[in-house]
Antibody, heavy 126, light 107 residues
């Protein structure tokens, strides 16, 4: 079955960086986009960005542009999300989620997230 | 950014009740609207995509409708296992945005 397994919880100090991994199994990793979504305590879900796992193209939320980087290792069927210059407001559960089907040149128009990883709690505290 | 507003923010209903949640977009998003269910401490799960299409394996008591700016999510007969928070999400334009969530409780 299609499954996404994320790395474990992290505690970071303000100004540090964090990298969360997301290992995919049960499908052709290079044929789908991978999205990252976070949920701060009591807040709505917030989309962060996505990567075309086939060609590595990325798009990011403008709010996080410059601080977030999404990469992938196709040999390991794993996507990564790195967030830098951490601040207390970045304390949240971070999810990866499989997105749209992508061919060599473009991705399907329909974007829904299924499945999701189990989530990784990132706590930013001094 | 496209703002998504869900109503109500919380809802209490009895087993067997028909439950309706609405989601309004700040601009026309055609049918580019999805619904997710999130149980406490768990990741969201896709229920409905493209406003009205039931995801594989999702019980038929769940349904969605709407287009443009106004959308509706319905549970035809509430079951105890449906206790969760429900989120709408638009993908008409970047950044993809979510509603604030509707927390559903059993009366």
């Amino acid at each position: 079955q299609v499954q996404l397994v994320q790395s474990g919880a992290e505690v970071k100090k303000p100004g540090a960086s964090v990298r969360v991994s997301c290992k995919a199994s049960g499908y052709s990793f290079k044929n789908f986009a991978m999205h990252w979504v976070r949920q701060a305590p009591g807040q709505r879900l917030e989309w962060m960005g996505w990567i075309n796992a086939g060609n590595g193209d990325t798009k990011y939320s403008q709010k996080l542009q410059g601080r977030v980087t999404i990469t992938r290792d196709t040999s390991a069927s794993t996507a990564y999300m790195e967030l830098s210059s951490l601040r207390s407001e970045d304390t949240a559960v971070y999810y990866c989620a499989r997105g749209q089907y992508c061919s060599t040149f473009n991705c399907y128009r329909g974007v829904w997230f299924d499945p999701w990883g189990q989530g990784t709690l990132v706590t930013v505290s001094s | 950014d496209i703002q998504m507003t869900q109503s109500p923010s919380s809802l209490s209903a009895s087993v067997g009740d028909r439950v309706t949640i609405t989601c309004q977009a700040s601009q026309d998003i055609s049918n580019y609207l999805n619904w997710y269910q999130q149980k406490p401490g768990k990741a969201p799960k896709l229920l409905i995509y493209d406003a009205s299409n039931l995801h594989t394996g999702v019980p038929s008591r769940f349904s969605g409708s709407g287009s443009g700016t106004d959308f509706t999510f319905t549970i035809s007969s509430l079951q105890p296992e449906d206790i969760a928070t429900y989120h709408c999400q638009q993908y008409d334009d970047l950044p993809y945005t979510f509603g604030q969530g509707t927390k559903l409780e059993i009366k």
